[in-house]
Every structure is written in C-alpha cells, then in structure tokens.
C-alpha cells in the first residue's frame, strides 16, 4: 500500500545563482555556480552523488537536451543523469525525480539541478516556439504568456462582479508586496521597491495586466541534493529538512474542451493542492502553513492561487491580500525572497529556487528583516502552460 | 471619490530591461467636467514591449478637487471621480486619440 | 429554369475616407482631389480576396442545406495563390462535399460575371444541381494613385440551381476583347492603366452599348423592357455619358455605390446585382453588364420566390457595419506598402507542414469539431477521446461544424507584447453555443468591444503569411457582434 513521500526524503544542502541577465555567463557557467554552493552546503564529496536530474525546458536557446549536458559540465563520473522537463514544473519535477529514487531506496544520495539560460534570445519575453505543439501552431492566436494569463483576470474579475479598479489594485499589491521583499535579496534580479501607485500607474502590457504585473525573463540556476533522514542524521544535520509531499497535476482535457471550467481559476492547482495537503497530513492550510513561493509569473496566477489552495475563500482573495495576509509580516508570507517578480522566470530553475528559499528560512538562516516567523511548513508551487491546459507542481518541506 | 497622487513628472520608474515615466498632465473638458489625464512613455532596452516602448495615456478622472494635500513623499493629491459610464470612455478615448496620435493605449483607472 | 437561388455580399467594415488618402498622398498626384469624395472600403488586415468570398458566400448559404452544393466558382483578379487551387481552400471553409466540381476564373474583371455564367449553363445542362459561385477582389493602386482613390475591396456570392430560383436566367450575351485599359502582369502587384479619355471613348463607350444591344437584339427586348441596369463603369462621368447615350432612365440606373465602397474590380457588377436583388420586386427585369477584356452581359426575371428569399446581412448590412480607418499609414502597412518593423518577436519562423495541414483539413479550414455520440458533448478541436469526465467514450465521435454556430466571450485580453499588425492583438476563450469551447483572436474590433459574455459570431480570416515561403494560411476567429433582442 503507497504511503507517499512524507518524512522518507532529507534536503541536505542546496543551492541558487544570482538570478538576472547573466550575459557574462553561459548556461554551464550557472550550473557550476549552483552545484558548487549545493554541494559545499550538503558537505559531501561530488563522487558520493549517485544519480541526478536535470531540469531545462526551452532547449532551442539554452544547452540543448538530454541529460548530458549536466553530465560534461560538471564532470559527473558516468552516473544516471535524466532530464526532465514539464513546463514550469520542470524544477520540481527534477527535485520529484530525485526524491522518490532516494525515497524508492535505489540511491542514497541524488541531485536535482535546473537551469535556464533565456537571455541569447535577442528580445524580451520568452522566446517563440511551438511549446504547445503544431496543431496549436496552426489554430491557435498569436499569443504571448502575459495574454494568456490576462484572460483569468478578465474572467475572474467578471466572475466575482469585482470593480476593475479594485482589482487593479490588489494585483498592485500583490507585487509591491514582492518588489519590497526581493530589494532585501542579493540574489533577486530586481532589487527596486516599488509603489502600489508606481505599479498601477504603469503601462500595460497584456489589458488587464501592466508591466508590474508580469515577471520578466532572466537566467538563473538552482541546485538540491537529498538523501535519506537518516543519512542525513549522521551526516551532522540534527533536524533536517524533511520532504512532506510533491504533487503534479496535469489538465485533463477538461478545462480546454469541455463546458465547466470557468476561466476564473487553475483546475489543477485545486487538485494538486490537495494532493499535497493529504499526503503532507495538512488538514487545514490556512493554519497549517507556514509561507509559500507561489508561480507568480503574473500577479493575477498568484491571486487565484491563493484561493486555488483553500488559503483564501473563493472570490474573496482581494480582502486577504486588503489585510496583508500575504506580505512578509502577515500570517502566510507569500514570495518572501521576492518571488518570480524579482527573480525572474529562467523554467527549468524556478522551481527549485522556490525550494532553496522555504530551505533557507526552515534553517533560519536569513538576516532578521527576510526571516519568516515560526517557519514550520513551506510550501512551493509551479504552474506551467496556460489557465486552460496546464501542469501544477507543489512540494511541501518542513521540519 | 478618490484619491490620486500625481506621480513625479519626467522621473523615471524602473522596471526590468527599461522604466517608464509622465512627461505631461493634462486637463480637457468634456460635458462640463474637467477630465484628468496624463501622458506617459515607456523606454525599453530589451524591446521586451512589443517595438520598443509605448506612449500612454492614463485618466484618473474627473477632477473634484485639485492639488489640495501632499502625500508622506511630498507628491499632490487632488481628489478625483473615476469616469465608468462606457459612453463617456468612449467619447473621451476619441478625443484623446485624435490630440495625440501614437498615443495608443488609453487606460481609465 | 436556371437561375439564382440565393445571393450574398460582403463589405469590409474598414473604410477610408478619400480625404485621408489625399491628405496623405495628394502632395505627389495633386490631381487625386478631383476623386477624393466619399470614401472606400478596405480589407482589414486579416482579410483578403479568398476570405471576403468565403464571408459573401456564407452570407447567401444561410438556411440552405450546404450538402446539396455541387460546384464551387470562385473568381478574382487577386487571388492568393497562382497555383494550390483558391476555390478549394474556399470549399474547406464552407465544409462543402469532397466530390465537388470546382474552379477559379481569374485574368479579367469580367470573370466574375463569367463564373456566374458557366454556373448557371452547368445547372441549365443538368450536369449540376447547385453550384456555388463567390467573387471578390482586394486590388491595389500604388500609393498616391488614382486608382488607389477608385479601389475598394468587396465581395459578393450566388448560389445557382434549377429550383425555387429567386431570378431566373433568361439570356447572355458576351464580347472578349483584348482590350488593354489596365494590366497586371505575373509577377507585379499594382494595376498600370492607359489613358483615360482613351479608355472612356474606346472602351465602356463602345463595348457596353455594344453588349447591351448583343442581348436585346439577342432576346428581343428593348431596354426599356428592363427594371434595372447594373453595369459596371470605373468613371461617373461616363457612366452619365451612356446614361444619355443609351436613352436609359436615370432612375432605373443601379448605384455603383463608388462613394461608399469604391470599385471592387471582378466583384463589382455582381456586388451591384446582389444590391438590385436585394430591393427586387417578382416581375422585375435585371440586366448585368460587367466590363474587363470585354464584356458579358445577362438578363434575369426576378421571380415570386423572392419574397421567400431569408434576409441576411448582403450589402446594405454591411454598409452599415463599419468602422473608420483614420489612419492612411495603417492602410498602407495592410497592404504590404510600407516595409514596417514588426520587431524580432514577429520573425518567429513558423513552418507550415503540408501532411499536418492536409489531415486537419476539417478542423482547421472548416472547424469542424467533433460531438461525442454517446454523451452528445461537442468538442474543438476534434478529439477521439471524449473530454466529459463522465464520458471519456473512445472514437464514437460525429462530424460537428462549428462555423454557423454563435458563441459567447468567456476571457479576453489586448497583448501589446505579440506581434500584430494593429496592435494590442485581442483573443480569448470564446464558448460555443451548445457546447465546446477554443481559444481565438478577435477582429473587426477594439479592445474596449470584448466584454466577458459578450456575442461573438465566427469569420473566416487570414491566419498568418509566411513571407519567406509565400505562403498565405487561414482559420476563424471570432467577431463580436450586437446583442439582437
């Protein structure tokens, strides 16, 4: 009988680039810079890893594919390297990958590493391809992430009966909120507070969403390496980090093709949220967790996120967000190092950048003014494709 | 009635590969009111806004009270009515596309 | 007795002002003030011959059974393919039968009325029922032109059989004259002309009279015989002129309708008759004259069908149905005039897979989805498997046309960042009526149009062009349209 991934997998040390526009460095250049500090956090020897995957996703742009590249750029010594790639999810699903191999009792020691080198596109925003395949080439419109994205505002705002002013302004403070917590972060790409009226004065890109409502593109890398509790135990580290749950859930077909879905939230975060709750043994998450790095490409994802995780009850986020439930000082600190508004979205490091943050602030390692108070449970989450047709990923670590 | 705290003209807010900033406010009459509006111009280095930037219009409203106090940071705040009646959007959006062509989006707040 | 069943117009809901044109232009051609009145309609964008055709006919098909359709005419000086057959892209799009008798007439402005001839002899001889014919031209003059000031881009379509005919066709009388008023060659897109007086005294001067009097000696009829004269003349002066000439009644004189569409080349003596029809009384005489490279002239008796005949939005529907292009620049930069930096974003490549296409000919020319026959839920794109939760039935799909359906709003956006020729490009989630559900652009709209909920009918449009290749590729989107109480 299954029982999941709750309390089998110990994080052991992890690590993350400076996120931006890298332009002195190349793809392989921010994998080194992450494993080296994963590897010196973990405190083991490179050869003692057994097994490691690789997270990238546009690979038209960055090192191309297969698990190889990881493999001759850090000299790993002929072990199983697999990428992976899902989307947004791309990260998680390579921390996924290492976890349950640990957690099956195959290897004792894995990596999980994702990169992203977006910046040799030559324009801002992610690259052109046909990510959703050649039939969708064909028929669908010309669209870019924010469009897509925008249409849940549209819908939602719609669906609630919510004054686009009002809207407006809680998106604002959804990313004022993250703007003042990545100015604190040496790693964020954007170190700039910014206001609410800075943010709602702002151009537009995609109506409804303005230029602060969407993350831009950048490079970047992150780095997990996990073991077993126990080896973790004896390896010095008294009270690991321990992994709780990893949920991915994938659109069915429904959202897209079928006549129930609103438009107004994300189908399979709903699902994957509970997912992770069940198996992380989370019975109330307004409670239970502690903060969360929610898939803030857009401000209008993080707030149907909100509600899309049973935190905030449905349509009601705007009161939450009013109360600053979500900033760094209130209840569930949401993006507390800055979020993918400050780091930027480079895919395939996203999701384990999250990871390394809900890490950083379970260890209490950060200077007083970041720190998370009482950090029990972090939560990480990672949408990828668009509101109709997606995949959600969620990791849960405590300690 | 709302507040609305003019931004500082011609400083540049930033934001990633670019900023943006008001060069302009101004004031115009429709149907015996005052309309608030300014006019405002991103510059984008990394062209991540379609061809490289965008003029804008932003209209708060219509003028209530102008200028009357100061924010913590020292900007005027007049007070203002949000204009939401469709037609008048509609009729005031002409007006402004035809004063300032090029100036493509025109956002009521 | 052969005839018209059905008929169908389109007209662009762009249009210039010719003031504009010359307010642009008039400093290089000062003489184009003497045509700068009234104004012009001009394809959107995403419009060009092959899709205002398909509009025109959709326009006449309503509330006919599309199964019946035998045959399918297209005609235009201006189409997008010199060879991939542009009726049977049109076919795809009307999703009519596979075992179709199909044609494009092209080379001479008269081939409109040519098309619409060979129709009516294909149903006369029994060899067709029903046979389709759609005609549309989107011709350019160079900028500062006077041809640019007289062109304007429309469409029309007649459907034609031997049943329940609304105009029966009574004669034709034709003249093929390599007669050279104006020319393009293969490889160049703008019209070169001779001169005008020239093509006023040696042209419609002498071969309209003479196809006119062709017919009536032919039918033995006089030309007071007839209710309506609908002959196609670039020139209002001349038109005037054979009005005298001719002895013809002014009042009996069908609109060229030149100050609010223009001349619409191939379409225009057909556009002409779709607006004769639309005013026709049972009884009514019509004769068509069209001219360019001669002349085919026909002769219908409008029949007491045509009271039977379901209003659709034809000409004056559309006339109605428009907005100002204000801005000539935009004009130009539709049309290709104007290099203009789209930024690197709009240099995606994006090849286009001839297998790919050819198997999703359905769903992508015709969208045409699939209902799941054992829970009855329509779905787009077509699916095999079905996307009820409850259904989930494998391949036990039918055929389900999406195209004529009506469909609602349920999330919009205006992207500034996407490539677009007339930014913000607009799209969403559009729902269908009685069920299923895509993602779209929209057009023929602003941003402030779109409103969750809103109506939106489907129109077939350009899709995209591939300029390294040639390439012109086409599917639907949606346009808004009024809530009708």
Not at chain 1, 126 to 136: D, E, Y
Not at chain 1, 225 to 239: F, G, H, M, N
Not at chain 1, 353 to 359: I, N, S
Request: glycine share 10%.
């Amino acid at each position: 009988m299954a029982t999941g991934i709750k309390d089998k997998v110990a994080v052991l040390g992890m690590g993350c680039t400076k996120f931006g526009e890298r332009w002195e460095s190349a793809a392989e250049d921010l994998i080194i810079e992450a494993f080296q500090e994963a590897l010196a956090d973990a405190g083991i020897e490179k050869k003692e890893i057994q097994a490691a995957w690789f997270g990238t996703h546009i690979d038209e742009v960055n090192v191309g594919k297969s698990g190889v590249p990881l493999a001759t750029t850090l000299k790993l010594p002929f072990i199983p390297v697999t990428r992976t790639e899902n989307y947004c999810a791309t990260g998680t699903e390579a921390f996924r990958g290492a976890c349950y191999a640990v957690a099956a009792g195959v290897y004792d020691i894995c990596l999980a590493l994702g990169v992203e080198k977006l910046k040799d596109t030559g324009y801002g925003g992610l690259p052109a391809t046909a990510a959703f395949g050649q039939m969708q080439a064909l028929i669908g419109p010309n669209a870019t992430a924010p469009g897509l994205f925008a249409q849940l505002a549209t819908s939602y705002f719609a669906k609630y009966g919510i004054d686009p002013a009002a809207g407006k302004k809680a998106l604002a403070h959804i990313s004022a909120k993250s703007h003042a917590n990545g100015a604190m972060n040496p790693k964020a790409h954007l170190r700039r507070p910014v206001t609410e009226e800075q943010i709602i004065n702002a151009p537009m890109i995609a109506y409804p969403l303005g230029l602060f409502d969407c993350c831009g593109v950048s490079d970047g890398a992150a780095a997990a390496i996990v073991t077993t509790p126990e080896i973790a135990r004896s390896l010095r580290k008294q009270d690991p980090v321990l992994v709780k749950a990893i949920a991915i859930c994938v659109s069915s077909g429904e959202e897209s093709l079928f006549n129930t879905w609103d438009g107004a939230h994300l189908e399979t975060t709903c699902r994957a949220g509970q997912m992770a709750f069940q198996e992380a043994g989370i019975k109330n998450p307004r409670e239970e967790i502690s903060m969360m790095e929610v898939h803030d490409c857009f401000s209008i994802t993080e707030l149907t996120v909100y509600e899309d995780l049973q935190i905030s009850p449905r349509g009601r986020a705007i009161d939450d967000i009013k109360d600053g439930f979500f900033d760094l000082k209130g209840k569930i600190p949401c993006q507390p190092d800055g979020g993918l508004k400050c780091f930027g979205h480079p895919i395939g490091a996203s999701g384990l950048r999250m990871l390394y943050e809900m890490y950083n602030q379970l260890l209490e390692r950060w200077p007083e003014e970041r720190k998370v108070k009482n950090p029990r449970m972090g939560l990480t989450h990672n949408l990828g494709g668009i509101p109709a047709s997606n995949v959600c990923s969620i990791a849960i670590i405590g300690r | 009635m709302d507040k609305y705290i003019h931004p500082e003209l011609n400083k540049k807010v930033e934001f990633f590969g670019g900023s943006y900033l008001f060069v302009e406010e101004g004031r115009l009459n429709y149907q015996g009111k005052e309309v608030f509006y300014l006019l405002g111009m991103a510059g984008v280095e990394s062209s991540c806004c379609g061809t490289g930037g965008c003029a804008f219009i932003k209209v708060p409203g219509y003028v209530l009270s102008w200028k009357k106090g100061w924010s913590e940071s020292g900007q005027s705040i007049s007070e203002v009515e949000r204009i939401v009646a469709e037609e008048s959007q509609t009729t005031i959006r002409k007006i402004l596309q035809e004063k300032y062509p090029g100036f493509q989006q025109i956002e009521f707040l | 007795m052969a005839g018209i069943v059905s008929f169908g117009a389109y007209v662009p809901r762009y249009r210039l002002k010719r003031m504009t044109i010359f307010q642009a232009m008039g400093w290089i051609n000062p003489t184009t003030i003497m045509l700068a009145q009234g104004e012009k309609a001009v394809a959107n964008s995403d419009e060009d011959s092959l899709t205002m055709a398909t509009a025109a006919s959709i326009d006449c098909l309503d509330g006919f059974d599309r199964s019946l359709i035998d045959g399918l005419f297209f005609a235009s000086t201006t189409m997008p393919y010199l060879e991939r057959q542009n009726a049977g892209i049109i076919a795809g799009a009307l999703n009519l039968r596979d075992d179709l008798r199909s044609a494009d007439f092209s080379g001479a402005l008269k081939s409109g009325t040519s098309a619409l001839l060979s129709a009516l002899e294909g149903v006369g001889s029994k060899n067709a029922n029903q046979i389709l014919v759609g005609v549309a031209d989107c011709r350019l003059g160079k900028m500062g032109s006077p041809q640019e000031m007289i062109f304007g881009d429309g469409g029309a379509a007649f459907l034609v059989g031997n049943q329940e005919v609304i105009a029966e066709f009574k004669g034709s009388y034709s003249l093929t004259c390599d007669f050279v008023d104006h020319y393009r060659g293969s490889k160049t897109i703008f019209d070169r002309q001779w001169e005008d007086r020239w093509i006023r005294d040696l042209g419609f001067d002498e071969f309209i009279p003479k196809a006119i009097n062709g017919l009536l000696k032919q039918c033995n009829l006089k030309l007071s015989d007839f209710s309506r004269v609908i002959f196609q003349c670039s020139y209002d002066s001349e038109r005037k002129n054979l009005v005298k000439r001719l002895k013809l009644d002014p009042e009996k004189i069908q609109d060229p309708m030149h100050g609010s569409i223009g001349e619409t080349g191939t379409a225009h003596s057909p556009l002409m008759l779709a607006r004769a029809l639309e005013e026709a009384k049972p009884g009514d005489k019509l004769l068509v004259v069209s001219f360019g490279s001669g002349c085919d002239a026909l002769y219908f008796e409008v029949t007491d069908q045509i009271s039977k005949k379901k209003k659709g939005m034809g000409v004056q529907g559309h006339l109605a149905n428009r907005a100002d292009l204000p801005s000539y620049p935009k004009y130009a930069v539709f049309r290709g005039m104007l290099p203009v930096d789209i930024g690197l974003r709009g240099e995606a490549d994006f090849l286009t897979r001839w297998s790919l296409v050819w198997r999703k000919r359905k769903a992508v020319l015709g969208l045409v989805g699939s209902r799941c026959q054992k829970c009855g839920t329509p779905q787009y794109p077509p699916q095999r498997v079905c996307a009820n939760p409850a259904c989930g039935a494998v391949d036990e799909m039918e055929d389900y046309p999406f195209a004529g359906k009506k469909g609602r709003i349920l999330s919009y956006t205006g992207d500034m960042l996407a490539a677009s020729y007339d930014p913000p490009e607009l799209y969403g989630y559009v729902e269908f009526e009685g069920g299923g559900r895509f993602m779209c652009n929209f057009t023929d709209c602003t941003l402030e149009d779109l409103k969750v909920g809103a109506p939106v009918s489907f129109s077939f449009r350009k899709k995209y062009y591939d300029e390294k290749r040639d390439i012109q590729g086409y599917f639907w989107k949606a346009v808004p349209r009024k809530e009708v109480a």
